[in-house]
């Protein structure tokens, strides 16, 4: 058996070395606080995630053929000979895919931020509208005491 020598404190010079070029510091305790370039497939944002799914949720039934020239010809008949089994599911999936993009956009257009910006805009309007009734029912109470003035007289 061949036995491996493995040198550890060249290894660990490597890492040291490699976290200084990157200028990682002993505070970033958490993977999520490692810069990396996500992806909507890695965990990007909500939006980039339902871009690809907008742009990539119909799915073609076929793809190009390429190769030998007598193979393309065998998968030309089979795809003919089986067009009338693979093009209504892809469609059928096709209808699936775009009934689940559409509703995760729903919900996507109801994040809680967007019910956060909604409620307090709520909040802002019922406190102009309770300002304005306060005010109303001052003017009543002056006009009625007005009212109530030239009925004595």
Not at 42 to 52: H, N, R, T
Not at 64 to 72: C, H, I, R
């Amino acid at each position: 058996m061949e036995e491996n020598n493995i040198n550890i404190e060249e290894i660990m010079a490597d890492i040291k070395r490699e976290i200084k070029e990157k200028g990682l510091t002993g505070d970033m305790l958490s993977f999520e606080d490692v810069p990396y370039k996500k992806t909507p497939q890695a965990g990007g944002s909500v939006k980039e995630a339902l871009d690809f799914l907008n742009s990539n949720y119909n799915v073609q039934p076929y793809k190009e053929l390429k190769g030998n020239p007598l193979k393309v010809v065998f998968k030309k008949i089979i795809r003919k000979l089986m067009k009338f089994y693979i093009e209504p599911t892809v469609n059928d999936q096709n209808n699936v895919n775009s009934s689940i993009v559409t509703v995760l956009n729903g919900l996507a257009d109801n994040s809680p931020e967007k019910a956060l910006n909604k409620a307090e805009t709520i909040e802002l309007a019922q406190k102009e509208l309770l300002i304005r009734i306060e005010k109303l029912e001052k003017e009543n109470e002056e006009l009625r005491k007005a009212l109530g003035k030239q009925e004595n007289v």
